[in-house]
């Protein structure tokens, strides 16, 4: 029997001799690569932890201890170790495991991650209410180096360094920082001493022993000893003790270590350095092609497509800001780390001095585009709507309040399949279409995604236009950078008594459904300005009204269109479909969509159990 085969919960890897844990990390990196082969999910960030999760599960006493992973894309060997290794060919599918720690998942998953830089705060609060119940559990915060670039995560750091008895562990996964030399036989001894009684002892020694001046030459001298062999001097400016940097796929480093610090009392912060991809040589090579991968054969690695597909809407984006920027030299691009995910390659590529990627810290980007704007550029902001939700304020105080000229290019609106509900677009439309000054539109096919593209870029004042994952329907893109007439529809089908208002992606079912009821369908394209004039017209043409959209429905664009109604004493029966009132899980978005009813068979079925006199049968073809 494999060894891997015999641990179903962490007591069980602490049972292990320290000789097995080797053979448990290689049994584990080939489990990983099978298995994400077969699923498709995150690979290289999580083959780059495989030691690291080892060691935090066989020196601390999980779940007692508690882990909180950030991000989470990096929790498969977690995951494994936990008791879900049979269920790991679910993954990220629906009714399976989640690609992400999720609290009712597993207690071992003690706070629910996805989006960066929450870990050392969820942490801190965990320890902070173990020391007010007397327990003396440790809490840990592992945190990559890019997450490590948020406010947020330094304001965590910041609250932390002060509360010097708490018992806080942040790890620093970092596998992207030049360090030299990040591991050999220095570097373990120095974490080995920093993490050990001896050197604790020593530090409060001097503090009670040593007179003033004394204990600040000698504090003075300590902190540019570590300096010169570590970058320690920064986290520890935070109240923290700096460990490191170790190589994070030793155990020989890292378990020892480990264990020191769990002696150690107050914040500790230790520095690990790892690989992405590791043991994967493919993955190692290039790990951004391995971050977030589908189904492939290990043997051959992913091979790029025979046949050019259907042109995804993160392409089209990325094709319109290359060609609006070579027309206006005015145009900057702006992402918060997620250059490859918003087809930003090019750009970058071709526009260099006019790229700016600000790391993980959206707030930031938003901010950062508004004083651009001040200056006379023009800012885009390539943004998942996901994320947007992260720079709420900066969005309503620093760019709208103020009227300024910044266009967001909203992507992965609506639900993103795989990834499941934490990265789901659901809340845009809602939440942007009560501040003042804002233009929000929503595509309904790549063309128009286009259009409104350039529609937003010319608005003089901000605008976002939203987008889904993945690709549309194939519509031919024209190369003009056309404008829309701002706060105009149009008409899609003309039927009879039932018009359907269909926004942004939903468009394409809604004219499905209008084929099986004989409805008219009407592709909105702004949720801000509302065509009020063809609602109006809608309303007095026809008997029932339906809105769809791929969006909450509550304070939606549905809502706009009933707002519109009674502002003007309009009284007409209105279903309002679109997302309920709950958080969607993981699972094929063809499927989800269905499961709640927003494909065209389910939004004819909803209009007919509304209006059963007036909706005809459903006909065969069905989208």
């Known amino acids: 029997m494999k060894l891997l085969e015999t641990i179903n919960e962490p007591a069980q890897v602490r049972q292990l001799s320290r000789s097995q844990l080797v053979p448990l990390a290689q049994e584990l990196r080939s489990f990983l690569l099978d298995s994400v082969s077969k699923t498709g999910g995150h690979l290289s960030s999580n083959l780059g932890t495989v030691e690291l999760t080892v060691a935090l599960h066989y020196v601390f006493n999980t779940p007692h201890d508690r882990i909180v992973w950030d991000v989470g894309h990096q929790t498969y060997t977690h995951k494994i170790l936990t008791g879900r290794r049979e269920r790991m060919h679910t993954l990220r599918q629906k009714d399976g495991i989640s690609g992400f720690p999720k609290r009712d998942e597993s207690e071992y998953d003690t706070f629910g991650t996805a989006h960066s830089s929450t870990s050392i705060s969820a942490a801190l609060g965990m320890a902070q209410a173990a020391k007010i119940k007397g327990d003396p559990l440790h809490a840990i915060a592992v945190i990559g180096d890019g997450s490590m670039t948020a406010g947020m995560a330094f304001e965590a750091m910041n609250n932390a360094g002060v509360q010097e008895d708490v018992n806080l562990l942040v790890i620093l996964n970092d596998n992207d920082m030049s360090i030299s030399p990040p591991v050999g036989a220095l570097n373990r001894h120095l974490a080995r001493l920093m993490s050990g009684q001896f050197y604790a002892a020593a530090k409060n020694v001097g503090k009670s022993v040593l007179p003033g001046p004394v204990l600040e030459l000698a504090k003075r001298f300590e902190e540019h000893a570590k300096g010169m062999v570590v970058p320690a001097t920064m986290f520890e400016e935070f109240g923290f003790n700096y460990i490191g940097p170790i190589d994070g796929h030793d155990l020989d480093s890292l378990i020892p270590t480990l264990q020191n610090i769990k002696q150690l009392k107050g914040p500790q912060f230790l520095h690990v350095v790892t690989k992405k991809g590791q043991g994967y040589k493919l993955a190692e090579a290039e790990p951004i092609l391995y971050h977030g991968t589908g189904k492939f054969n290990p043997l051959e690695g992913i091979k790029p497509a025979t046949a050019p597909g259907k042109m995804t809407y993160t392409e089209v984006f990325g094709n319109w800001l290359c060609d609006m920027a070579a027309h206006d030299k005015r145009l900057v691009g702006i992402t918060p780390a997620m250059r490859e995910g918003s087809g930003m390659v090019k750009f970058e590529q ?263 006199r007036d909706a005809s049968e459903p006909r065969l073809s069905v989208v």
């Open 350 to 612: 071709q526009y260099p001095n006019r790229y700016f990627d600000v790391g993980i810290a959206e707030q930031h980007s938003v901010t950062f585009a508004g004083g651009l704007a001040c200056e006379g550029l023009k800012p885009v902001v390539a943004i998942y709507s996901t994320f947007l939700q992260r720079a709420y304020d900066q969005l309503i105080h620093d760019v709208a309040l103020q009227n300024l000229d910044v266009t967001f290019a909203l992507d992965r609106a609506g639900l993103v399949g795989a990834d499941g509900a934490t990265h789901a677009g659901n809340y845009d439309m809602a939440f942007l279409r009560c501040i003042p000054n804002m233009v929000i539109m929503a595509a309904s096919d790549e063309n128009e995604c286009r259009q409104m593209l350039t529609t937003g870029y010319y608005y003089p004042g901000p605008a976002a236009i939203r987008y889904p994952r993945g690709a549309g329907a194939g519509a031919a893109i024209v190369a003009e950078l056309a404008s829309l007439e701002i706060g105009k529809g149009e008409l899609k089908r003309e039927g009879k008594k039932i018009a359907i208002l269909a926004f942004g992606s939903m468009v394409a079912p809604s004219v499905a459904a209008g084929d099986q009821l004989d409805a008219t369908v009407a592709n909105m394209r702004f949720v801000k300005p509302l065509d009020v004039a063809l609602v109006k017209q809608l309303a007095a043409d026809h008997d029932y009204l339906v809105t769809v959209e791929e969006g909450c429905i509550m304070g939606g664009a549905g809502s706009a269109v009933a707002e519109a109604l009674a502002a003007e004493g309009i009284v007409k029966p209105i279903l309002m479909l679109g997302l309920p009132d709950q958080f969607i899980d993981h699972g094929d978005p063809v499927q989800l969509l269905k499961g709640v009813g927003l494909d065209g068979f389910g939004i004819a079925a909803s209009i007919r159990q509304r209006f059963p």
